[in-house]
T-cell receptor, first 116, second 112 residues
């Protein structure tokens, strides 16, 4: 079975801290994604990556950065956490090169981040 | 960015009844997918229907796709309390290498 693992289920951080959310997948997928999920807003794409060291901005990249030094790991970084970044963060991966057509996404269990 | 929109936002039914959720989207797509999310967890893929398909079945799930109306429906037959979850549709754009875009979801409650 494909496994996408997020490093923490729950996380509490202080305003201004630098926060790292880690995501690891074990099935050699090329494509990885970070979404955040908020009540009434659904899932919104923050960043995604098609390959090692590649990254693309999603719909809401402000206040975030990402790192993909190895194929299996995609890290989301909150440079200076703020209370409006309190949310559920979901990592996903999709297999395949040359596009994302007709393939399902595999999700991690989510990280509920609270910034106080 | 394009987005699927699920309807209704919330649905409450009795165990054994059928549940129907709808999804509308804005632009041409390659495929449409449905996902399920139990409370506080990640999303789990249920079914994918390609743009050239009109109907697909998987167990108690039936998905239809009408590309002329840019809409899809998910039917869960003989629902169970364990089907209580949020259901999301996701689409990709026909052209380009775009990632999946999710709707806001339908919250289904199945009452035993």
């Amino acid at each position: 079975d494909v496994k996408v693992t997020q490093s923490s289920r729950y996380l509490v951080k202080r305003t201004g801290e630098k926060v790292f959310l880690e995501c690891v997948q074990d099935m050699d997928h090329e494509n990885m994604f970070w979404y955040r999920q908020d009540p009434g807003l659904g899932l919104r794409l923050i960043y995604f990556s098609y390959d090692v060291k590649m990254k693309e901005k999603g719909d809401i990249p402000e206040g975030y950065s990402v790192s993909r030094e190895k194929k299996e790991r995609f890290s989301l970084i909150l440079e200076s956490a703020s209370t409006n970044q309190t949310s559920m963060y979901l990592c996903a991966s999709i297999p395949g090169t040359g596009g994302l057509k007709n393939t399902e996404a595999f999700f991690g269990q989510g990280t509920r981040l609270t910034v106080v | 960015s394009q987005q699927g929109e699920e309807d209704p936002q919330a649905l409450s039914i009795q165990e054994g009844e059928n549940a129907t959720m709808n999804c509308s989207y804005k632009t041409s797509i390659n495929n449409l997918q449905w996902y399920r999310q139990n409370s506080g967890r990640g999303l789990v893929h249920l079914i994918l229907i390609r743009s050239n398909e009109r109907e697909k079945h998987s167990g108690r799930l039936r998905v239809t796709l009408d590309t002329s109306k840019k809409s899809s429906s998910l039917l869960i037959t003989a629902s169970r309390a364990a089907d209580t979850a949020s259901y999301f549709c996701a689409t990709d754009a026909y052209s380009g290498n775009t990632p999946l875009v999710f709707g806001k979801g339908t919250r289904l409650s199945v009452i035993a």
